[in-house]
């Protein structure tokens, strides 16, 4: 096993009298695809925050790797944008790096750009409005937005949700080819068993108390917590 990418060390976090959980404790090794799984409320988004160093735990720590750094990048839900949104989906991608702009950063800039579309294959449709794209084109635009600053962490928040099925299998499909193309390693929120079972090594189990790592293939709803069973979705036999 390599030095983690990630370690997380008896975290605990509340807001105000509020305790959220108090006792999360995982290591992530580089490369490596993880899904975190809980009910509603009991602080995914929160712990993408503190990771993110926009919250201070209460107690514990996360301490991510020194060298190479960390660069993480983040891809939201997915929420529509108006029919009128102007920005081709070229520039919405390039939206970043507008105001690191300078005449001899250019021709790199636009090769890095080039190269993220390419990617994300969205090389065919990068002069498309973005408003007029598909659901599955938009999300795949903001993925492409969160890899342009080279991350070696992705973390995808529910960015799946309210997909259509097709769609979400074509984004996983394109994140796990960035995972072996690029070693990226992914950090999954979803309430979608089927998905993560299919797509991620290992889950993190977040419940009111603890939170901590499984391999995937022990993923079985029988296992979850009494209060995770009916509210994640019960993956279907294949
Ligand atoms: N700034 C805040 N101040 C007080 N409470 C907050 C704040 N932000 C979030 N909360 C509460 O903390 C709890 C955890 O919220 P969070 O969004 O992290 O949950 P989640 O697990 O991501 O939920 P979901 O699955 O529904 O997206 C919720 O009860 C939420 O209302």
């Known amino acids: 096993?390599?030095?983690?990418?990630?370690?997380v060390d008896h975290l605990q976090f509340g807001f105000h009298d509020r305790q959220l959980f108090q006792n999360v404790n995982f290591e992530l090794q580089p490369g490596s695809m993880t899904s975190v799984i809980g009910p509603n409320g009991v602080g995914k988004t929160t712990l993408i925050r503190l990771l993110m160093n926009q919250l201070q735990p209460t107690a514990g720590s996360i301490n991510w790797?020194?060298?190479?750094?960390?660069?993480?990048g983040y891809v939201p839900q997915f929420r529509n944008l108006d029919d009128e949104y102007p920005l081709s989906i070229r520039s919405f991608v390039q939206l970043s790096q507008l105001g690191s702009?300078?005449?001899?950063?250019?021709?790199?800039?636009?090769?890095?750009?080039?190269?993220?579309?390419?990617?994300?294959?969205?090389?065919?449709?990068?002069?498309?409005?973005?408003g007029m794209a598909s659901g599955g084109e938009k999300q795949k635009a903001y993925l492409?937005?969160?890899?342009?600053?080279?991350?070696?962490?992705?973390?995808?928040?529910?960015?799946?949700?309210?997909?259509?099925?097709?769609?979400?299998v074509e984004l996983m499909d394109l994140v796990k080819e960035l995972n072996q193309t690029m070693n990226l390693t992914v950090f999954f929120v979803t309430h979608d068993l089927q998905l993560a079972k299919r797509y991620t090594d290992q889950f993190l189990l977040l419940d009111n108390k603890v939170g901590f790592l499984q391999p995937i293939a022990n993923m079985e709803p029988n296992q979850m917590p009494e209060e995770l069973r009916g509210v994640v979705e019960t993956p279907e036999e294949d």
């Not at 096993?1 to 370690?7: D, G, H, Q």
């Not at 790797?65 to 993480?72: E, L």
């Open 144 to 168: 492409a937005q969160a890899l342009i600053d080279d991350p070696n962490f992705l973390i995808l928040d529910e960015s799946t949700a309210s997909l259509d099925v097709n769609i979400k």
């Open 101 to 130: 702009l300078t005449p001899w950063h250019k021709a790199a800039e636009k090769k890095k750009l080039d190269a993220v579309l390419a990617a994300t294959h969205l090389t065919q449709l990068q002069h498309r409005q973005l």
């Open 65 to 72: 790797r020194q060298d190479p750094a960390v660069q993480v």
């Open 1 to 7: 096993m390599s030095e983690p990418i990630l370690a």
